[in-house]
């Protein structure tokens, strides 16, 4: 099997990592933390001149008619930088949704909005109690003429102080944790009865809590089947995970780099600590582990779009786990080589680190999806 980039793609990689180290040092960065947004409205802008808002989108509803490998390459550019901006919330849920969900009108209405960097979007899933259960929804939606009211409340919900429309799970039948039942609904942000709380969270992206009180919304807000959204809801989540694996390669290599170059600089006992035999293991150690995941991520990407719903948990369940042991191994070596200086907030390897840990816990940490894998026989059940 090929894994070369064609020409396009190799273009599209050159291109975004150059901006990103043009634009998007670690000073920058830091700058862009400490503002109220919490990322930068210069670089969404720059995102959209280059196309990334309309890269997974069809060319028939507006888009440029990328596929799960284009949105490797740009996560995998983002990872590097540690990028703030709500590019994963808008076009890899939010447009998820839009891609596998809406219909040709919804697509015609909200895809332009997207590609032009005009509109941003949110996924509001999580509930307290809820965990990585994604049929544990206790929001409802009530049916009210032609339309809907619901009520409820959603945490942690990646970039929505800043969006403009939110994608919301409400249940309209069933108990809590019921499968069936679950609608996907699109909301104003700004609509009566919609109130949030933005904060930063542990890696400095911005999240929100969300309370929704009798927010009507009309039927044109509904995607997909309201009684059974929840395939659609874990087809946008398994192209998502695969998404975040290859954030978390680019996350990896920035680090190990950093530490490398670390390594090559501070002496003890007037020599580089990189001569140190014991510190070369665990730099090989780290570099194992990141081909590891970037094979895993591979398939995962490959795998992001298979019809086979089982299929296609089992291959983000594996990649998953794998990112989550890798990601761990990578961030603990690489702190424990700086020493105390990678515990600080003005040195880098310390904010990669925590970005790995938030990206472990997103959609489910490894232990959890370890555990999903083996409930579903393994990765290749019927190899035997």
């Known amino acids: 099997m090929d894994f070369d980039l064609s020409e396009e793609q190799s273009i599209l990689k050159d291109s975004l990592e150059r901006l990103m180290a043009d634009r998007y040092g670690f000073e920058e960065r830091n700058r862009v933390l400490a503002s109220d947004e919490g990322w930068s409205a210069e670089m969404w802008r720059h995102y959209a001149e280059m196309g990334l808002m309309a890269l997974p989108f069809a060319e028939e509803d507006g888009g440029i008619g990328g596929g799960p490998v284009e949105t490797m390459i740009v996560m995998e550019a983002l990872g590097k930088a540690l990028a703030l901006e709500p590019f994963f919330a808008t076009v890899i849920l939010g447009g998820g949704f839009l891609r596998l969900g809406g219909s040709a009108e919804q697509r015609a209405k909200w895809v ?11 996924f509001a899933h999580t509930e307290r109690g809820s965990r990585f259960d994604l049929n544990h929804v206790t929001t409802t939606a009530t049916k009210s003429g032609d339309g809907w009211v619901l009520s409820g409340a959603k945490s942690v919900v990646l970039h929505g102080d800043c969006a403009d429309r939110i994608f919301v799970t409400a249940r309209i039948a069933g108990d809590t944790r019921d499968e069936a039942g679950i609608g996907v609904f699109l909301v104003d942000a700004t609509a009566e009865g919609v109130s949030r709380r933005g904060y930063p969270g542990q890696d400095g992206l911005r999240v929100a809590e969300i309370r929704l009180d009798n927010v009507a919304v009309p039927a044109s807000a509904v995607f997909g089947d309201p009684e059974n959204g929840l395939p659609l809801v874990r087809h946008v989540v398994d192209q998502a995970i695969a998404a975040l694996c290859a954030e978390a390669v680019g996350v990896m290599t920035a680090t190990h780099a950093l530490t490398l170059d670390y390594m090559k600089v ?10 140190f035999q014991a510190l070369q293991h665990s730099a090989v150690d780290m570099y194992v582990a990141i081909e590891q995941a970037r094979s895993i991520t591979m398939f995962a990407t490959m795998m992001a779009n298979e019809p086979d719903a089982g299929e296609r948990a089992r291959a983000m369940h594996a990649a998953k786990a794998e990112i ?23 040195y880098a390897v310390g904010h990669y680190f925590k ?30």
């Open 355 to 384: 970005r790995l840990t938030m990206i472990d816990v997103a959609f489910g940490n490894a232990d959890h999806h370890l555990r999903a894998l083996a409930q579903a026989g393994g990765l290749f059940p019927n190899a035997a």
């Open 112 to 122: 332009p909005q997207v590609a032009e960097g005009a509109l941003k979007l949110a």
């Open 266 to 275: 501070r002496k003890q006992f007037g020599v580089p600590i990189g001569s």
């Open 324 to 346: 989550g042991r890798g990601g761990r191994l990578v961030g603990e070596n690489a702190v424990q080589i700086h020493g105390g200086v990678g515990m600080t907030m003005e």
